[in-house]
Structure formats: C-alpha cells, structure tokens
C-alpha cells in the first residue's frame, strides 16, 4: 500500500494501476496526511481493493436484483405513478430483465451495490485496526458532514450504528456516546423517480449486512492479525515515556496505542512544552515507532528468505 496526500477532504483509493501490480494506491486529504492517527482510514481504502479482488460485487448483484424486486412489488402503486406504468407484480416479474424495466431499477441497485461496499469496507477496517479505526472515522466525519448525502453511501446514523455493531460483536472497545457524536447530512437533491429508487436501495442494503460482516472479518482473520489489547498497552505505556516502541507486534496496536494517548489530555503537561510542540513530537514519535515496526518486518523476511535458500 502506498500513501500520498490528495486535495480533497474525502480519503480515497485507486485500487488498480497497471504500472504498480500488486500496489494500493491510497490518498489522504493533504490537510491531515501528516497525521499519524488517521492511518485506520486506509483500512477502509485498501477494502475496496479487497472487494475487487474477491468480486464480491459480482457474488452480490443477483442477490440485491432479487431484493430490489421484492421491495419494488411491495410498493407497487407508486412505482407504477412514477415510471407510469400498469404492471402488476408477475408482470414485474416477468419483465424484470427487459430494457424499459431493468431502466427502472438498474439505478438502484447501483446505489445499493455501492453501499454495500461502502459498509464492507468499514467492516473491514474495524477488523483490522479495531479502536483506531472508529476514532479516526469519527475525526473526519463526526458531528456532521457539511455537503449532502451520496446515494453511494448508506445514511450516516446507519452507518455508524453498523459499524459499531460489528465492533461489539468482535469485542471492540466502542468510545463513549459514539453514534450520539454523529448527525445525517443534508438530504441530496434529487428527482421524484431517483428518490424511489435510493428509498428502494436503503431498503434492501440493511438485508446483506451479516454477510458483508462475517466476510470482511474472515478476510482478517485468515491474512492477518487482528488488535491485541495487551500489546496496546505496553506500546501505550512506552509513548507515555516518549519513547518509540519496538518489536510491535502490528499496526494497529500502534494505532490503538497512540489513540489512547491523545485521549488522556494534559498526560505531558508536566514538561511544561506547548502543545502544538506537544503535539508534533508526538506525532512523529508514533511515525518513528510505525518506521521501526516496518523495518523489523523488512529485516523478519530478508532472514526467513536468506534462511530458505540455505
């Protein structure tokens, strides 16, 4: 994975560059890419290359067809007064994969495949960097976002409460009054017939969530260690020092290591520095832990190899 700061405030990811196989290219808002407590986020990014690689999208667009059809014949009436129609539901049925049928819900299941990617992701990345992640989703996001809701993106509050569902169910320390410390964004603008079919994605998306769950985590759980409470808090224990931490077991126990740290306000005001400077050498003292912890890992595959030739 490789990281590079990007001008705009939305973290994104380019999941598949020809000339780097193999490499997940991921942007952070170049207002916080010095910020070594929104590392988590690329957990997030770099699912989106995990949903490609594993065509979850494709494993998942007939089930959500068959849901959006369902959901679509239990509001019949007013499908039929926007795309001013007259099918009953066998007719729906029928006619489902006909061109001016499937115009009327392909949109839909768009926003609805959409969603359900955005929703594994942050599955995903709860997985892999536990605390840390929920922390820095909630710096970026939280209270409110200012521009309207995509129609990619589940709402707000349901996102939220997904995501820490997941975390309890993996045994995730939850911050206090997380969900409450979350608002909606301003509705998007959007015609009669596009609100139909977002009502209609929200609708069904909520029906695949233990699966996207359980998938994300397995992903975890088979490729990589997940969070360790007992290694965050003895690399707590030595950035409480200002010391860097070694033979760190991942990233994301640095992660949620360092997330503690900048909850306890005021641990440092003993050394009398500001907190600006305070807070620069903080940040570069989790950077200088995450550069040792890779060059451990660089060092841990150059001997396994040299090892195996012998």
């Known amino acids: 994975m490789l990281l590079s700061s990007e001008w705009m405030y939305i973290p994104h990811s380019y999941p598949s560059v020809d000339v780097l196989p193999g490499f997940a290219l991921v942007g952070l808002p170049a207002a916080e890419s010095d910020n070594a407590l929104l590392v988590p986020i690329t957990g997030h990014e770099l699912a989106h290359v995990v949903w490609l690689r594993l065509s979850i999208k494709a494993d998942l667009d007939l089930p959500v067809q068959l849901a959006l059809r369902e959901q679509i014949c239990d509001n019949l009436d007013e499908y039929n007064e926007l795309f001013h129609s007259s099918l009953d539901a066998s007719a729906l049925v029928a006619q489902w994969d006909q061109s001016p049928v499937r115009e009327t819900w392909n949109t839909a299941r768009v926003f609805a495949v959409r969603q359900a990617e955005e929703l594994f992701s942050d599955f995903l990345a709860v997985a892999l960097f536990g605390t840390a992640y929920l922390q820095a989703f909630a710096y970026l996001l939280s209270p409110q976002f200012l521009l309207p809701r995509s129609p990619e993106y589940p709402p707000m509050l349901r996102r939220v409460q997904e995501i820490v569902a997941a975390a309890r169910e993996w045994r995730v320390p939850v911050p206090r009054s997380y969900i409450e410390s979350f608002q909606e964004p301003p509705d998007p603008t959007l015609s009669r017939t596009e609100r139909f079919q977002l009502a209609m994605a929200d609708a069904v998306v909520p029906r ?88 451990e890992e660089v060092r841990q595959r150059l001997e396994m190899k040299n090892g195996t030739e012998e």
């Open 208 to 295: 695949f969530v233990v699966r996207l769950r359980q998938s994300a985590y397995d992903h975890v759980e088979s490729s990589c260690q997940r969070p360790s409470n007992r290694e965050t808090i003895r690399i707590y224990k030595r950035f409480k020092l200002l010391v860097p931490a070694e033979s760190c077991r991942t990233l994301a126990d640095i992660l949620n290591a360092a997330w503690r740290i900048n909850e306890k306000q005021g641990l440092w005001l003993r050394t009398g520095a500001e907190d600006r400077n305070m807070t620069s050498a903080f940040n570069d003292l989790v950077l200088k832990t995450i550069e040792i912890f890779d060059c």
